[in-house]
């Protein structure tokens, strides 16, 4: 049998506004069942590129299929395989929520004999059966955003396009919504654009992050870890003979050297910033040679990095390669 072809292919997308380019030839996949987090600062082409995804806007140049269909010939058959919930979804203030998802089944022409089973079966998973008969402009803002997710998962499309479905909710709220997310894996493929970086990296199975409208680094969590920072940090408190530290280090692991430290504080501890290569966790290693070389260890743990590190990190190196000079060519 012929392999599927992948939820979202984009290949080479452009969009310009009156000359200004908003996204600059941007590639990238999400396979089916897929859940991926989709990153940028403000400005940097994420809504854009979701709307041309949707088929809400047209590309400039490039093109876009979602499960192999094209959006530009196709635009009719991509509304029926898409689920989109946009930042700030236009829910009808006057209607019950019942309703609402009866409405919009029927315009998504889910059948009348299984719509009734599926809005049950969508406000069982989206938590909503309390608030079923209740009129959405009643609704908090985490309600409303239960809502948004329910309508785009109804008529179980195969690809959902998410647009900050987090922004405005509280901790709680925020938890739900990323349980009822992470339940979808393996069932549709997931595209969500959010600031909340640490839901993202406990959701997504990647991430994709664009700035200045072009792709600056894609991967898992994990990987762009190891592609950004290439190094692992281990962060110590110790009192001892400085001079003894860095021969101790070299003992464990020649790639293993201080990189900063700082003066002693009043119990004469130095909080010391230790750096390698090594991927495996040196730790215990560090701990029992240190002490063996009569230095005092208060504290040491590991660093990780976290995707937030990674956003920053991806986004000022695309920042530094656009300001930095362009070559002189000598005569």
């Not at 030839?25 to 403000?42: C, H, K, R």
């Not at 949707?54 to 959006?71: D, E, F, K, N, R």
């Amino acid at each position: 049998m012929p392999e599927a072809p992948p939820a979202i292919e984009v290949a080479h997308l452009v969009k310009t506004y009156g000359g200004v380019t908003a996204v600059s030839d941007i590639s990238f996949t999400v396979a089916q069942g897929e859940i991926v987090g989709f990153l940028g600062p403000n400005g940097a082409g994420k809504s854009t590129t979701m709307r041309i995804l949707t088929g809400y806007l047209p590309a400039t140049a490039g093109s876009v299929s979602i499960c192999g269909a094209s959006v530009a010939t196709e635009p009719d058959l991509i509304k029926r395989r898409i689920g989109y919930m946009p930042e700030n979804n236009p829910l009808p203030e006057d209607m019950r929520v019942s309703e609402y998802l009866y409405f919009r089944g029927r315009l998504k022409e889910v059948a009348r004999r299984k719509l009734g089973p599926r809005i049950d079966e969508v406000l069982e998973i989206c938590d909503l059966k309390r608030v079923r008969h209740k009129i959405i402009g009643q609704l908090s803002k985490g309600y409303r955003q239960r809502v948004g997710i329910a309508e785009a998962i109804l008529a179980e499309p195969p690809v959902i396009i998410m647009d900050e479905p987090t922004i405005g909710l509280d901790p709680h709220q925020i938890l739900i919504v990323r349980d009822l997310i992470a339940s979808l894996r393996g069932r549709m493929a997931v595209i969500i654009s959010s600031h909340i970086l640490p839901e993202i990296e406990m959701t997504c199975d990647r991430v994709l992050i664009i700035n200045q409208g072009r792709v600056v680094a894609q991967g898992t969590p994990a990987a762009l870890r190891k592609e950004i920072f290439g190094e692992t940090t281990y962060l110590l408190d110790v009192n001892g003979e400085p001079a003894a530290l860095p021969a101790a280090l070299a003992e464990i692991d020649a790639t293993l050297a201080v990189a900063e430290e700082a003066a002693p504080d009043a119990a004469g501890f130095r909080r010391v910033t230790v750096k390698t290569r090594r991927e495996d966790d040196l730790g215990e290693a560090i701990l029992r040679t240190l002490l063996a070389k009569n230095l005092r260890v208060r504290a040491l743990r590991r660093r990780e990095h976290t995707l937030e590190d990674v956003f920053l990190a991806a986004t000022r190196r695309s920042w530094d390669a656009v300001a930095a000079p362009a070559p002189t060519k000598t005569p």
